[in-house]
T-cell receptor, first 114, second 114 residues
Framework: DQQVKQNSPSLSVQEGRISILNCDYTNSMFDYFLWYKKYPAEGPTFLISISSIKDKNEDGRFTVFLNKSAKHLSLHIVPSQPGDSAVYFCAARARYNAGNMLTFGGGTRLMVKP | DTEVTQTPKHLVMGMTNKKSLKCEQHMGHRAMYWYKQKAKKPPELMFVYSYEKLSINESVPSRFSPECPNSSLLNLHLHALQPEDSALYLC?????????????FGEGSRLTVL
């Protein structure tokens, strides 16, 4: 049973437009949500996070929105650039976990076309 | 230094071999992790070490044996693996329990079991 789901395996967007990546979760004990970006042959790199007590966090071109009642979060990238082309993983941390163990979604491959 | 270094980058081994994957970080992180990632799947947690002690073992078969010799090093000893164990093995580190709690990943060790 996947606790974190990214229902779109891929997304194609034109350069300069907005990219919206979606993520749904089922575990109400998650207290932190993170987005990671992964290029081929590299490990995932942290992008942006949001605490469950907030509904929005913004960092430059990246904004994450959290809708707790819907158990849904989304990552907005504006404007999208070709260098943003990568696989994006949504991840969540449960407040009862040791350390910072994360549960990952299946990933969405973003392709930004010039 | 914000790097997590993993060696080797690639490893091919037979089912009767014994090999080890190594991971090193010098960020002062006291939590270290092993994740396994199969193609087109999200990273799956295997082990968590907090303060050099094993705190989480996600029901990983005993043919995988983790070791944390000190706060900077994490090993994964491999013995009698199966072809289905072929995957990308990711090491990560983090603060033990601070927000936002992002993990820093290495580039991974790609393992092929023949």
């Amino acid at each position: 049973d996947q606790q974190v789901k990214q229902n779109s395996p891929s997304l194609s967007v034109q350069e300069g437009r907005i990219s919206i990546l979606n993520c749904d979760y089922t575990n109400s004990m998650f207290d932190y949500f993170l987005w990671y970006k992964k290029y081929p042959a590299e490990g995932p790199t942290f992008l942006i996070s949001i605490s469950s007590i907030k509904d929005k966090n913004e960092d430059g071109r990246f904004t994450v929105f959290l809708n707790k009642s819907a158990k849904h979060l989304s990552l907005h990238i504006v404007p999208s650039q070709p260098g943003d082309s990568a696989v994006y993983f949504c991840a969540a941390r449960a407040r009862y976990n040791a350390g910072n163990m994360l549960t990952f979604g299946g990933g969405t491959r973003l392709m930004v076309k010039p | 230094d914000t790097e997590v270094t993993q060696t080797p980058k690639h490893l091919v081994m037979g089912m009767t071999n014994k090999k080890s994957l190594k991971c090193e970080q010098h960020m002062g992180h006291r939590a270290m992790y092993w994740y396994k990632q199969k193609a087109k799947k999200p990273p799956e947690l295997m082990f968590v070490y907090s303060y050099e002690k094993l705190s989480i073992n996600e029901s990983v078969p005993s043919r995988f044996s983790p070791e944390c010799p000190n706060s900077s090093l994490l090993n994964l000893h491999l013995h009698a693996l199966q072809p289905e164990d072929s995957a990308l093995y990711l090491c990560a580190s983090s603060q033990v329990r601070l927000s936002p709690g992002e993990l820093f990943f290495g580039e991974g060790s790609r393992l092929t079991v023949l």
